[in-house]
C-alpha cells in the first residue's frame, strides 16, 4: 500500500507523472521533465540487469525519489547521472535478490517484456540486448560484469562512466568489460538468429498450427535439436528441466495444445515480447503463459515458456525502451 503522506511516481506506459495524496505538487517540474525524458532508457539499463519489468518499475519509483532531492545545479550531465544513479539502485536489487534465485523452483527465465508496436525493431543492438536468449546469458555474469557489459556495449557509456555507477576503478571496469563481452561472445549461438521477418513468418505458422491442433505441422517446424525451457516457479505445470529433442518437445507441445487437451476457451494472440513475436496464451480472462520462440536456419530451435503467474503481471500494457 502507498503512503499518501510521500511523493510518488504514477507508472504509466508514458512515463513518470509527479503524483501525491493531497494532489499538491512538492518536486520541481524540472525534475519531472529530465527524468521523465530518459525513462524509457532507464528502464531498458535496469530491466536488462535484472530482467524484470514489476522490479525495474520499483527500481525507478526509488531512483527518482533520491533524483527529487538532487541540487540540479551539480548535475553537469543529466544522462550519466541518472544511469549512474538507477545502475546502482538496479545492482542493490540484484544482489538482494540472490537468494531468491538460488531457492527457485525449476529454471529461472526472465520477465517477458511486452512492448510497443515495432518498438526497438530498427535498433539491431536494442533488439538483441532484450532478447530472451540474451538476458538468458547475461544471467551468467556477476552482477558487476553485467552491469558493466550492458553500459558498455548496449548503451555506449564510457569507462569512467561506467566506474562511476559501479564503484570500481577504471582500469578493473576495462578488464571487466573486456572479460564480459568475450564470455558472452564464447556463448552465443554458433550460428546467428533468423532475421525479424523470418522469425515473424515462423512463429505465425506455430502460431496457426497450435491453434488448430496440427501437430503435424508443428513438427514441420522444429529443428531436431530444439529446447523447451519452462518457468514456473513451482505455481504453474511446467516442466522443471529443459526438455530437449524434437520427439520430446512434440510430445509436451501436444500435451499443450493438442486437441484432446486445450481447454474450450482457450485462445492465443501473437504480441511483441522482447523484440519478437511472442505467443501469449489465455484461458478466459487469465494470460495463463507467454512463449518466445527462437529460430535459426528457419526452425525452431527453442522455446522459452513463461508459467510463473507473478511473472505474467506485467504482460498488461507496453512498455517503450530506447537507448
Not at 503524483?19 to 505538487?25: F, I, N
Not at 524509457?40 to 532531492?69: K, M
Not at 525479424?196 to 535439436?225: K, Q, S, Y
Not at 523447451?228 to 526438455?243: I, Q
Request: hydrophobic share 45%; charged share 25%.
Amino acid at each position: 500500500m502507498t503512503d499518501n503522506s510521500t511523493p510518488h511516481l504514477a507508472r504509466g506506459v508514458g512515463g513518470p507523472t509527479l503524483a501525491h495524496g493531497g494532489g499538491t505538487r512538492v518536486n520541481t517540474d524540472e525534475h519531472a521533465e529530465r527524468f521523465t525524458l530518459l525513462r524509457p532508457l532507464l528502464f531498458t539499463i535496469v530491466y536488462e540487469i535484472l530482467g524484470s519489468a514489476t522490479e525495474s518499475d520499483d527500481v525507478l519509483q526509488d531512483s527518482y525519489l533520491r533524483w527529487a532531492d538532487v541540487d540540479l545545479a551539480t548535475v553537469r550531465d543529466t544522462r550519466s547521472y541518472l544511469a549512474r544513479l538507477v545502475t546502482r539502485q538496479a545492482l542493490n536489487a540484484l544482489r538482494a535478490g540472490a537468494r531468491r534465485r538460488e531457492d527457485y523452483v525449476g529454471p529461472w527465465l526472465p520477465e517477458p517484456l511486452l512492448l510497443e508496436e515495432n518498438d526497438a525493431s530498427a535498433d539491431v543492438v536494442l533488439a538483441e540486448s532484450v532478447s530472451m536468449a540474451m538476458l538468458v546469458l547475461l544471467e551468467t555474469l556477476t552482477p558487476d560484469e553485467r552491469a558493466v557489459f550492458v553500459l558498455r556495449e548496449v548503451f555506449d557509456f564510457d569507462h569512467a562512466e561506467i566506474a562511476a555507477a559501479v564503484g570500481r576503478p577504471v582500469a578493473t571496469v576495462r578488464q571487466m568489460a573486456r572479460r564480459a563481452r568475450a564470455h558472452v561472445s564464447a556463448r552465443r549461438k554458433r550460428f546467428a538468429p533468423a532475421d525479424a521477418a523470418t522469425t515473424v513468418l515462423v512463429t505465425e505458422r506455430f502460431m496457426a498450427a497450435a491453434n488448430t491442433g496440427d501437430l503435424e505441422g508443428v513438427l514441420e517446424l522444429l529443428a531436431p535439436d530444439v529446447t523447451w525451457t519452462a518457468d514456473s516457479g513451482g505455481k504453474a505445470v511446467a516442466a522443471r528441466r529443459p526438455v530437449v529433442g524434437v520427439e520430446k518437445v512434440t510430445t509436451l507441445l501436444a500435451d499443450l495444445f493438442g486437441d484432446g487437451s486445450r481447454a474450450r476457451d482457450m485462445r492465443i494472440e501473437l504480441a511483441n515480447c522482447n523484440s519478437t513475436p511472442a505467443l501469449v496464451v489465455h484461458i478466459g480472462d487469465q494470460v495463463q503463459g507467454v512463449f518466445l520462440i527462437e529460430v535459426v536456419d528457419g526452425k525452431i530451435t527453442h522455446f522459452y515458456a513463461v508459467r510463473n503467474p507473478d511473472k505474467l503481471l506485467a504482460v498488461t500494457a507496453p512498455r517503450r525502451i530506447s537507448r
